[in-house]
């Protein structure tokens, strides 16, 4: 997986590097010990004459697929607990969440992206969580799923990792980003005694 994103994030950047459109911004430090103004060009050479809306997500997404997350892999999804269910179209979220609302079970909904650094970062300690708390339903979303965009959109899902706690038919947290100890704590007071 690394080599392909390797490979796209080669193909994508390359080019644009070639032909002058990507630049490196480096930030100018009046504290800086080494003086790089002469060895800097003025801070007009250093505007996009590519507008930002061409810079995509998946391309961002190739950048920063190479920046490391601590000494932990990737994980797959091929052994999921019981509980955990991967949320695959927008039907299956609107169900989902009805769910969570309606039966006054148990919920996370667990919002992550397959480039998300931070986002594969979490989910071993997701899946730990799951284990501990049998009883609570996870649901693994993946926002760059195929249908999903209208209900992301109405849960105003800005960012990822975000998490939805559900107790008692209810929204009753909500962690955006990969703050493990305030996940775990939320969990803990939530679900502690199902």
Known sequence: MAARFSALRSSVLQPLL???????????????????????????????????STLTIPTAACVFSSFSFGSRSYS????????VV????????TASLRKAEDESSQAIFYFTAVWCGPCQFLWPDMKKLSERFPDVKFYKIDIDEVGTGPTISKLNICSVPTLHFFKNGKKAAEVVGADVKRIKDISSTLYKNE
């Open 18 to 52: 070639r032909r002058h459109q990507l630049r490196p911004i480096i930030p100018r430090s009046s504290s800086s010990p080494v003086s790089t103004q002469s060895a800097l060009p003025s801070p007009t050479q250093f505007t996009s004459p590519m507008p930002l």
């Open 76 to 83: 797959s999804d091929s052994e999921l607990p019981s509980n």
């Open 86 to 93: 991967l949320v695959q179209s927008d039907d299956q979220l």
